[in-house]
């Protein structure tokens, strides 16, 4: 698959605190989707991205399709112990998607 | 809950068995896709089906042999594996969008492989 730059890579984080995630990518993609996977389950999907700068809100997270369609971006707002776990972002193009290395978070309570 | 069904949940087998994972959806979808993730690693693409036809097969090894019976199951047959196989095995599924795009994929919990 076609590489693509998550950051960050870890983070520690307060309960009630806003966080932010990102991922790049040298390739056009037509999707961007973000999802959370928690240890030995299947990731699952938070947010689907269709059009170069669309912004979209599901509860806490909000997420951007880059208008260059190169990159996303997904923030959490409050944050909650159940929001540990990793973040996936991924590009779609055809029925590829090319996954970031995650973003692990860890919540301090 | 997930809709995307998956068996067994942990599967231990040796290098010479045959074994099979299953998958299951009830949502209509049409495109159903076997992702191979190993520990801290994100999911591999491995096989596309199409309306029920093989659309992309990443170069896996003929070891891995996939089926897809009818439009809501997906097998994975195994025979002959190696213990570097070991990993947690997604099977997913999405519509099929205008133009081939597959859309939002919804995965299974996933089926814990360890080869002995």
């Known amino acids: 698959g076609q590489q693509l730059n998550q950051s960050p890579q870890s983070m520690f984080i307060q309960e009630g605190e806003d966080v932010s995630m990102n991922c790049t990518s040298s390739?056009?993609?037509?999707?961007w989707l973000w999802y959370k996977q928690d240890p030995g389950e299947g990731p699952v999907l938070l947010i689907a991205?269709?059009?170069?700068?669309e912004l979209t809100s599901n509860g806490r997270l909000t997420a951007q399709f880059g208008i260059t369609r190169k990159d996303s971006f997904l923030n959490i707002s409050a944050s909650i112990p159940s929001d540990v776990g990793i973040y996936f972002c991924?590009?779609?193009?055809?029925?590829?998607?090319?996954f970031g290395a995650g973003t692990t978070v860890t919540v301090r309570a | 809950d997930t809709e995307v069904t998956q068996t067994p949940k942990h599967l231990v087998m040796g290098m010479t068995n045959k074994k099979s994972l299953k998958c299951e959806q009830h949502?209509?979808?049409?495109?159903m896709y076997w992702y191979k993730q190993k520990a801290k690693k994100p999911p591999e693409l491995m096989f596309v089906?199409?309306?029920?036809?093989?659309?992309i097969n990443e170069s896996v090894p003929s070891r891995f042999s996939p089926e897809c019976p009818n439009s809501s199951l997906l097998n994975l047959h195994l025979h002959a594996l190696q213990p570097e196989d070991s990993a947690l095995y997604l099977c997913?599924?999405?519509?099929?969008?205008?133009?081939?795009?597959?859309?939002?994929?919804?995965f299974g919990e996933g089926s814990r492989l360890t080869v002995l």
């Open positions: 089906y199409s309306y029920e036809k093989l659309s």
């Open positions: 949502m209509g979808h049409r495109a």
């Open positions: 991924a590009g779609g193009l055809g029925y590829k998607l090319s």
């Open positions: 390739s056009i993609f037509n999707t």
């Open positions: 997913a599924s999405s519509q099929v969008k205008a133009g081939g795009q597959g859309g939002e994929l919804f």
């Open positions: 991205l269709y059009k170069a700068g």
